[in-house]
């Protein structure tokens, strides 16, 4: 059948099983725009073009499958940019469909032309250029393979117009030719480091298992479980890996790193052998590196090699895929684990962490004479008992969404870690409410970040996404404050942010519902009534104390077990 | 530390700016770099040649695997590999040194491929020890020009 480059294009995404896609037309993309209808693809139209990335960026958190977006070439593309590198920081699996001026003017400063692949290439997992339209299928099915396996990441496709208009009999490419000789993404774990891991488990007195984001992109949360609970080894995670072991379990530590729990951090110091499972050790996880973990024989399974050495020596590598090297590690484990009585081997280890958790547990300071931001975090949790998907702004906001809510599942705690971008939360929640319209889907928001990217509001409300935007309101750019406060004499230059719109009208002028707690004492009705009761988008304007830290804090550069506690 | 790589990635545009991009955003620095069509149709070599501890090249291997249009990659340097490298230099040639010059090219086994009355261009050919010497004795009559192609490389073949 004769062809278009935008049918084959909307042909492949159908094959993709692509059902909807977020974007943003333009003269270069029309020719894609006027086969939309025609196609069984679904597309969000959104007010800006970060809105789109971030929000197929959510639905793929949300998912676990690949997002979709679609611009126009030039300011459409750039606009792009910071929503890429922020699914490229956190490797989440989106498409990014660009479109670009005629081959023929390509290079020529065309109107409306950028070099989106170069500005693209240090934040893609791999991008592309399509000159030949008999490359365009082929090249849209290796986007989505590259785009979802191995280590996931966003990948990006820049169509040029006169390849959308240019015909061709079109064929679907078979397997073969997709195949990517310089692409073996390694899965399968290697056998004698298996048996090696395992022995070093079994024979631990302090394990320690500390996950990441890639436990989640992997599925690899049950095999995770099992081996926590059958060996009785401890857990804590990344800020990107809440949500794959339960918030609520008994080995359940918090998050570790510069705002992780007092269990988790002192675990780190004493534990002698670390698990750490799809995590990178990121800078604001080990603090300073030299006294991270100083006394563990550290393990390591990733499934990206570049990950393994990179900040901390490594005693045992394992690169695979999370889950299948969990899967290994259990089948060579069973055994022990009916042998061994892991409950006693271990108690002295966890009565010990335990004893960490109770003594020292996440708190704060609460007169009730104002409404804690942590308070507000605690109701949500209690309301909704974590039965919604929670995602977050950046800054303190952030990191008392991640505190004060135990998320039990995976893929239900979503947010900007490695790039931390201010204005991701809100179009990543409407993503994800797109992918689950029945889902409590609820952003945890501050009143600096909801304002980068606010316009998406139109977006929830005339496609029906009620997405519930709760704003932590401190009338700051709360977590740079804090970093005035604690370290730069509380010089706090240009991060007071009272001057606000009126958050309520404004939810109210995009048709959407708004609510306004000042008091404590409102706190669960006003939720309950915002969250449940109310159709469609909502927002929620809590007037928070102002001056509010998150703790426990661990200096940039310090040691773990530095903290600064409430 | 100094590391050959010997990269072979596909022919492809943007390639070259893949490989250059992960040496400069990473803050890695290359020494010399040399890329050309191999014996396999659609396949460049790229030899690399640059410095850093253990660590860094290690890390450095490892990111250039993970380029998706990068086939393979060695490290030339704990492996029996042959290196060459072609220098032309433009050296200034007055009569009175022009005898001296032509000895130290010929000790070298090198060519003078361009002439004229004051200067000589000399091609010279070999590892990065023997390129070093020939430009550090030619620095004396007064080196002109200097164009090298970085170094190449292949390994040894089994003994
Ligand atoms: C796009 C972007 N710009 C700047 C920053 C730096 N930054 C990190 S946290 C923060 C404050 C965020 O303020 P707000 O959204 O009000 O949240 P709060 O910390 O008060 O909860 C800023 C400015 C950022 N992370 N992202």
């Not at chain 1, 488990?201 to 599925?219: D, N, T």
């Not at chain 1, 690169?319 to 299948?324: E, I, L, P, W």
């Not at chain 1, 949500?380 to 800054?395: F, H, P, Q, R, S």
Request: hydrophobic share 40%; charged share 25%.
């Amino acid at each position: 059948m004769e062809l278009t480059g935008a049918q084959i294009l909307l042909k492949c995404l159908e094959k993709e099983g692509v059902t909807c896609m977020f974007g943003f037309p333009g003269g270069a993309v029309i020719d894609i725009y006027d086969e939309i209808p025609r196609s069984k693809v679904e597309h969000i139209l959104v007010r800006h073009e970060q809105g789109a990335i971030h929000a197929a960026d959510g639905y793929a958190r949300a998912t676990g499958e690949v997002g979709v977006c679609l611009v126009t070439s030039g300011p459409g593309a750039t606009n792009t940019v910071t929503g890429i590198a922020t699914a490229y920081m956190d490797s989440i699996p989106v498409v990014i469909l660009t479109g670009q001026v005629p081959t023929a003017l390509i290079g020529n400063d065309a109107f409306q032309e950028v070099d989106i692949v170069g500005i693209t290439r240090p934040c893609t997992k791999h991008n592309y250029l399509v000159k030949d339209i008999n490359q365009l299928a082929k090249t849209i099915r290796q986007a989505f393979y590259l785009a979802r396996t191995g280590r996931p990441g966003p990948v990006l496709v820049d169509l040029p117009k006169d390849i959308m208009q240019t015909k061709i009999e079109f064929t679907y490419p078979d397997d073969e030719e997709v195949k990517l000789r310089s692409y073996n993404p390694h899965l399968q774990p290697h056998v004698g480091q298996v048996r090696k891991v395992a022995q070093l488990i079994r024979k631990a007195e302090k394990p320690l298992i500390y996950s990441g984001g890639g436990v989640i992109s992997a599925r690899a949360h049950e095999e995770m479980t099992w081996l926590a609970h059958s060996l009785r080894i401890p857990v804590t995670s990344t800020l990107m890996g809440l949500g794959a072991f339960p918030g609520d379990d008994e080995l359940w530590l918090g998050m570790l790193g510069m705002h992780g729990t007092y269990a988790a951090n002192m675990a780190i110091s004493e534990c002698d052998v670390l698990l750490a499972v799809g995590a990178r050790f990121d800078d604001r996880v080990t603090g300073k590196l030299a006294t991270f973990a100083p006394h563990a024989t550290i393990v390591h399974i990733d499934i990206d090699p570049t990950s393994i050495q990179k900040n901390v020596p490594v005693s045992v590598p394992l690169v695979a895929d999370c889950r299948s090297a969990l899967k290994a590690l259990k089948a060579e484990l069973a055994e022990a684990t009916s042998k061994t009585d892991f409950v006693a081997q271990r108690k002295q280890w966890v009565e010990q962490v335990q004893n960490w958790a109770r003594t020292h547990p996440l708190n704060y300071k609460d007169d009730g004479s104002s409404i804690k931001p942590q308070y507000v975090v605690e109701k949500l949790y209690e309301i909704t008992k974590g039965d919604a998907i929670i995602c977050t702004e950046v800054g303190q906001n952030q990191m008392w969404a991640a505190q004060f809510f135990k998320y039990k599942r995976p893929n239900t705690f979503i947010t900007s870690g490695g790039l931390g971008t201010m204005g991701y939360g809100f179009p990543a929640a409407m993503g994800a409410q797109k992918a689950f319209p029945d889902k409590l889907v609820i952003d945890v928001a501050g009143d600096g970040s909801i304002q980068m990217c606010i316009q998406e509001m139109t977006t929830v409300v005339c496609n029906k996404l009620p997405v519930k935007i709760v704003i932590l309101n401190n009338g700051y750019l709360g977590m740079v404050r804090q970093w005035q406060e604690l370290f730069y004499n509380k010089n706090y230059c240009e991060t007071c942010m009272d001057a606000q719109p009126d958050f309520v009208k404004l939810a109210e002028a995009y048709g959407a519902k708004g609510f306004r707690i000042t008091e404590k004492n409102d706190v669960e009705s006003t939720l309950r009534t915002a969250l449940y009761e109310t159709e469609g988008p909502v927002i929620v304007d809590v007037r928070v104390e102002r001056e509010e830290n998150v703790y426990p804090m661990v200096p940039a550069g310090a040691s773990l077990t530095e903290m600064l506690l409430v | 530390m100094r590391h050959v790589l010997s990269v072979t990635v596909e022919n492809e545009p943007g390639v070259l700016s893949r490989v250059a991009g992960l040496f400069s955003g990473r803050g890695f620095n290359i020494e010399s770099l040399n890329v050309a069509p191999t014996e396999e149709p659609g396949v460049s070599r790229m030899t690399i040649t640059t410095h850093g501890d253990d660590a860094i090249v290690e890390q450095i291997v490892k990111q250039l695997r993970k380029l998706v249009t990068v086939i393979t990659v060695r490290d030339y340097t704990d492996v029996k590999a042959v290196e060459r490298e072609l220098v032309l230099v433009k050296v200034n040639a007055e009569d009175s040194k022009r005898a001296e010059i032509l000895r130290i090219v010929d000790i070298f086994r090198c060519k003078v491929i361009d002439v004229s009355l004051d200067e000589l261009t000399v091609e010279c050919t070999g590892d990065i020890g023997k390129v070093e010497a020939i430009l550090d004795l030619l620095t004396r009559f007064g080196i002109k020009e200097v164009a090298r192609t970085g170094s190449i490389a292949l390994k040894r073949a089994k003994q």
